[in-house]
């Protein structure tokens, strides 16, 4: 029997893994953008198994996922929200210090996500207006159904 693979190609750096719940049921979430994937993502590639925590510190997360400091600081609320990661406070000792990141399981099970986030999701998704849903023609604006 072969090797088990992940990817179909060798990578000398390796690779983050997302859950596939996440990747089946949070990407519903109108809070999960593809901003806070993007950040999810990095915070686990940032997973120091040693500590059990992620601790990136802020410049670095801003600079290497080159989002803004405003993305990065809804991001952080929304996967908290989301249940997935939470941050505490980590004094090093000096005038340094910093945040650290730990991480939740995701819900796996479809039902129990949507028990969870069904409202929301509904709520949240009511309050976007779908792209080219109003149209505006001369000074009269037309609903496009």
Request: aromatic share 12%; glycine share 8%.
């Amino acid at each position: 029997m072969g090797e088990n693979k992940v990817l179909p190609f060798d990578t000398e750096l390796g690779f983050t893994a997302l859950p596939k719940a996440v990747c089946q049921f949070y990407v519903r979430h109108p809070k999960f953008n593809p901003s806070a994937e993007r950040l999810y993502r990095y915070l686990l590639s940032r997973f120091n198994a040693n500590y059990g925590y992620a601790f990136p510190s802020w410049n670095s997360i801003v600079r290497e996922t080159a989002l803004s400091k405003g993305t990065v600081s809804a991001g952080l609320v929304a996967l908290e929200e989301l249940g997935l990661i939470n941050r505490f406070n980590h004094n090093n000792g000096g005038d340094f210090s910093n945040k650290i990141y730990t991480f939740n399981k995701p819900i796996e099970n479809e039902a129990e996500f949507m028990m969870r986030f069904e409202k929301e999701i509904a709520e949240l998704s009511g309050k976007k207006r779908p792209k080219g849903g109003k149209k505006k023609e001369g000074s009269s604006i037309i609903e496009i159904v």
